[in-house]
């Protein structure tokens, strides 16, 4: 099953696209085994200004058909990291080609795209910055492989 990150945005070398580069590699060489991956990026950017729902519609139109969708968002669901790795393992056994993640941009994501995926996910009560949501998605993608192979990664 392919794993995309679709976001807005262009990110830049820097610290963020090392860890992200770092966490997919690695999320790559142990999901292969499992029927999880590869994981890329898609990523979109609204040169016109049109805000959130021209930003919806790069999205919408960069989601790979038959993928199962995934929105990241403050008002979504909080899990665990088991209970994430549950969910991508559900989806697998399921027969779904692949998965995507939606990352919106600054202001978040349309509230009609954001009410269209499958599944929303919380990172927390806080808000985080869009491109660190990016990180923080690669790893716990990779942490979620880990935990589905058994590897000692995740210790909880």
Same mark, same amino acid.
């Given at each position: 099953m392919r794993l995309h990150i679709c976001a807005?945005?262009?990110?830049?070398?820097?610290p963020e696209r090392v860890l992200i580069d770092d966490y997919l590699t690695r999320f790559d060489?142990?999901?292969? !085994?499992?029927? @999880?991956?590869?994981a890329n990026i898609i990523e979109v950017e609204d040169k016109k200004g049109g805000g959130m729902l021209a930003e919806a519609a790069l999205l919408?139109?960069?989601?790979?058909?038959?993928?199962?969708?995934?929105?990241l968002d403050e008002r979504g669901k909080t899990m665990t990291s088991p209970q994430f790795a549950k969910m991508l393992a559900n989806w697998r056994d399921q027969g779904a080609s692949g998965v995507t993640f939606i990352i919106g941009g600054a202001d978040g994501? !349309?509230?009609? @795209?954001?009410?269209?995926?499958d599944a929303r996910l919380s990172l927390g009560n806080m808000v985080w910055p869009h491109m660190l949501v990016r990180v923080m998605l690669a790893?716990?993608?990779y942490r979620a492989a880990s935990i589905l192979a058994g590897k000692p990664y995740h210790r909880a």
């Open positions: 807005v945005g262009r990110l830049r070398a820097g060489r142990t999901g292969r !085994a499992l029927g @999880l991956g590869p919408k139109k960069s989601i790979p058909a038959g993928s199962k969708t995934c929105a994501i !349309a509230p009609d @795209l954001r009410s269209q995926t790893e716990q993608l």
